[in-house]
């Protein structure tokens, strides 16, 4: 991995404390765009293998024992020459441990402190146990999620955990870094999952007390209407179809051959027409109907598995996937034009924490009692 590291947030130091999937998401979003991320992790967990994880790419990894006063002496030593912390543990841990945010701002109070959690740092339920499920739930937005008729369905953790905990954390991290500019000082961080979850919300919020939202599954989006749903093909695939414009419907119906459907503007005719639509596209396979489509705007596409995904003209042709250590992975996003790429390569431990403050003798000692890997 290269030491130098480029992009728009090369200069930056990220410590990142381990954790479960949205902390590390967090740090490759930084990572992604230049930032220097040093995973802290458990010292029996530190080993010379590269970890391949994906969201531990283009980062560098350490073991520390930070339950012993000397290992909590050496982070101290690395947040002094640090721009940022991500801390994911349940409120009050961090601080038991000596490294909470008044800990590590006496040491460098330019430090910006990214704490995340599901339930946020203060409420009734943050000391709670909790999974990206209970968040969205509680948040009101698994109860808008599933089909007509049938029970809330979790859109695996994407929601909570990726978008409404781990991205919000990565932007609030640059809010902080962007204010630190004019005063100096670093900020704290509350990326409460549960709070991401309704933000990513705030338009479904607007439309329920509007009243043109209503019950799950009846609704434009939500697979209610005939023109926005996936429907199965011939051979057991399915395409997907967003026509949500009259134009783009036009478009679709006339390629599909269909005349004397039932007005899709008639809400009490969306069952019949997607009962129409639903047997037509059983009539042909996935590639027939791909034929059909391409090139048009009908705004119907095949569902792709993951590997089809990464081998679709429009995604090679944009560079959307690569292979890193013998694993296929998307490339960063947003794309910076201009800006060099980005160095992916799987995370390895650093050994040199000279840098990083920690001179290689005091590091040998600290290795030598085990509190350091």
């Keep these: 991995m290269s030491e130098a590291r480029q992009g728009p947030l090369a200069g930056v130091r990220v410590l990142e404390l381990a954790g479960l999937a949205p902390g590390p998401f967090a740090g490759m979003m930084l990572a992604d765009h230049g930032a220097e991320v040093l995973r802290v992790d458990r010292v029996s967990a530190v080993t010379d293998r590269p970890r391949t994880d994906v969201m531990d790419r283009g980062k560098r990894t350490i073991g520390l024992d930070l339950k012993s006063p000397e290992g909590v002496a050496a982070f101290k030593d690395l947040v002094a020459n640090s721009d940022v912390v991500i801390e994911v543990f349940r409120p009050g841990v961090a601080e038991r441990l000596g490294i909470g945010p008044d800990d590590l701002h006496a040491v460098n109070e330019r430090l910006v402190y990214g704490r995340m959690t599901g339930w946020g740092q203060d409420g009734p339920l943050a000391p709670t146990a909790g999974h990206d499920i209970d968040y969205i739930a509680i948040s009101g937005v698994l109860s808008m999620l599933g089909r007509e008729g049938e029970k809330p369905t979790?859109?695996?953790?994407?929601?909570?955990?990726?978008?409404g905990g781990g991205l919000m954390?990565?932007?609030g991290v640059l809010l902080a870094l962007l204010e630190r500019e004019r005063t100096g000082k670093g900020r704290v961080i509350d990326a409460a999952m549960v709070d991401g979850a309704a933000l990513l919300f705030s338009m479904f919020y607007h439309g329920v007390q509007a009243g043109h939202w209503g019950p799950r599954g009846t609704n434009l989006l939500d697979t209610g209407a005939p023109m926005y749903d996936t429907y199965e093909t011939a051979d057991g695939q399915f395409l997907a179809v967003g026509s949500l414009e009259p134009q783009f419907w036009n478009t679709m119906v006339t390629l599909m051959g269909l005349t004397d459907l039932p007005d899709r503007d008639d809400r009490s005719q969306w069952p019949a027409l997607k009962a129409r639509l639903a047997e037509e596209f059983?009539?042909?396979t996935r590639a027939e109907w791909e034929a059909v489509f391409d090139g048009s705007d009908a705004c119907v596409s095949p569902v792709l598995s993951m590997p089809e995904a990464t081998a679709h003209p429009h995604n090679v042709a944009r560079g959307a996937f690569t292979e890193v250590g013998g694993l296929t992975q998307p490339m960063p996003a947003p794309r910076l034009l201009g800006t060099p790429g980005p160095d992916l390569s799987p995370a390895?431990?650093?050994?040199?924490l000279s840098a990083w403050g920690l001179p290689a003798d005091v590091a040998a000692k600290l290795r030598s009692q085990g509190v350091l890997a």
């Design 154 to 163: 979790p859109p695996i953790n994407i929601i909570g955990d990726f978008a």
């Design 169 to 171: 954390l990565a932007y």
């Design 282 to 284: 059983r009539s042909r």
């Design 348 to 352: 390895t431990r650093l050994d040199d």
